[in-house]
């Protein structure tokens, strides 16, 4: 037992100057509330050397809002957990500097293309619903598998895909238009571009990324590049090479003729 009856020294207060305290202090603006409504708070808190949003919160649900909803795991841009709204932009908050926003107002609030369940918290479960409904890997060979490094290095950058689903929040199709039962999002068009390019997978998913995934309804933006925490360049690798392909399948006029004359063909047998 240390003195205060405190079990552990990482549950003994710690004081400003051991923290590296700079003597200044933060405003942040945090929205509290849920899906019938809320408005902004304002907190005002020590400023610590380093400190990023989501020590700021923190700090504030210790010492000034216990009741503070807010969702985060690693606390080091691995997880995806804490994505939230600063200043109206998507980011994660173990990854963005308060120090960046000096002599600005901070407003942190909840990913707005999804419902609000409490304060910063968002319910993210339709995320999981789409991404149920992709069609697999899919491949009559068996393990192990041999393939080329050239025929894998395009895979490497969706695996880096973390799902903090900000390029969902960002994305005007479904933030804005509210399309979300007729739209994927840009999260899973960079899965299925992994599925699509995999040298050895045999599934044909052209199909629904036309009609149930709706690729059709990016007019590429890259706002959800933008906002991508692990550098995905969502927009040129992803979803135009997507859209390339539904393209070829579906719009050019020579496959349409050759579908037609097959299908002819196979009529008259």
């Known amino acids: 037992m240390s003195d205060g009856n405190v079990t552990s020294r990482a549950h003994a207060p710690v004081g400003e100057e051991e923290l590296g305290g700079t003597g200044r202090t933060a405003k942040l603006k945090i929205f509290r509330g849920d899906a019938s409504g809320g ?22 649900q210790a010492h000034h809002a216990n009741d503070l909803a807010v969702r985060w795991n690693c606390k080091a841009a691995h997880c995806g957990s804490c994505s939230a709204e600063i200043n109206g932009i998507p980011r994660l908050m173990c990854k963005t500097r308060v120090e960046e926003f000096e002599g600005k107002e901070i407003h942190v609030g909840p990913m ?41 290095e395009r895979l490497y950058e969706p695996k880096k895909c973390i799902e903090c689903f900000m390029c ?16 994927a999002g840009p999260r899973f068009f960079v899965r299925n571009q992994w599925l699509e390019m995999h040298p050895l997978d045999e599934a044909d998913r052209l199909g629904d990324l036309k009609e149930k995934n709706g690729i059709g309804y990016c007019n590429i933006t890259k706002c959800c590049t933008e906002v991508c925490p692990v550098g995905i360049k969502i927009t040129d690798n992803s979803i135009i090479p997507l859209k390339e392909r539904v393209a ?15 299908g002819r063909r196979n009529g008259r047998r």
Request: glycine letters at 2%; charged letters at 30%.
């Open 39 to 60: 408005e902004e708070v304002e907190y005002e808190i020590p400023l610590v050397e380093g400190m990023v949003v989501l020590d700021a919160v923190l700090y504030i």
């Open 112 to 152: 707005r293309a999804f419902p609000v369940i409490k304060d910063l918290v968002s319910d993210v479960s339709w995320n999981y619903e789409v991404s149920s409904r992709i069609t697999p890997f899919t491949t009559s060979q068996k393990a192990p598998f041999t393939m080329y490094e050239e025929d894998v």
């Open 168 to 183: 969902q929040d960002v994305c005007h199709v479904l933030r804005t238009h509210h399309k979300h039962p007729e739209f």
């Open 248 to 262: 070829d399948e579906y719009y050019d006029p020579a496959r349409w003729l050759m579908r037609k004359i097959q």
